[in-house]
């Protein structure tokens, strides 16, 4: 019975020492509790990614000085002023043809009343007023803003305007004078402007590509019309 009591006893010490030893010396059991958490760790954040090539700034982000379009207001041409006319005098500012719009006076026999150019940036801007200043005081560019750039409709060199219609001309006469050409027989449009002196009739037409706007011009220029001379404008 005395070795009975004794185990019991020994037993009993054990039991009263199992929280202490089970924290202090198994410390892989507070482990294996977090494994079985319910709760998930969230990874540490990370930073974030530089943006790639190319990709537009991070809003908020500053751009810097002098990136974005400008807008000028070129003058000085005459009134059968072509795109490459431009072009030649812009020649290494970064603009392409499309960046050009002419504003045509109506009120002045259709001669350009400025050409509009949309520069990709300041230092664009900046080469064309340094080529301009190479040319003399023939051209001059001004500022404009994209107000003045937006209303303009781009005529793309397929539009030629015919001077001097006479007031008893029809459609069916323009048909006639334009034979052998390719043009929309839809797209012709009359209008009255004011030249010199007396108001005249011009008739519009639209041809289906520059090339046939340009063969119009060399083949039906001063041609007459109904006993009438009619001259000819391709309109960019």
Known sequence: MSMIRNAIRSSLSLRALDPAIN???LPFLQDSRKCLSTVTEQPPPSSPLPPPPGASPVDGVKKPAGEGKLYGKFSGFSKHTLKSDV????????????????SYMRGANLNPAGVYVQFPSRSSYDSAMRAIAKKGRLYRLERATQSQWDPIVPCEGKVVALHGIPPNAIVEDIDRF???CLYHPGS???LTIQGMGSPKRVALVRFTSQTQAMNAYITK????LLNQRINLQVLQ
Do not use: A, H, K, Y
């Open 188 to 190: 012709i449009q009359f």
């Open 221 to 224: 220029n001063r041609n007459f």
């Open 178 to 180: 334009l034979s052998g």
């Open 87 to 102: 072009m030649n005098v812009l020649e290494g500012c970064n603009v392409t043809p499309e960046d050009l719009r002419f």
């Open 23 to 25: 924290r202090s010396s």
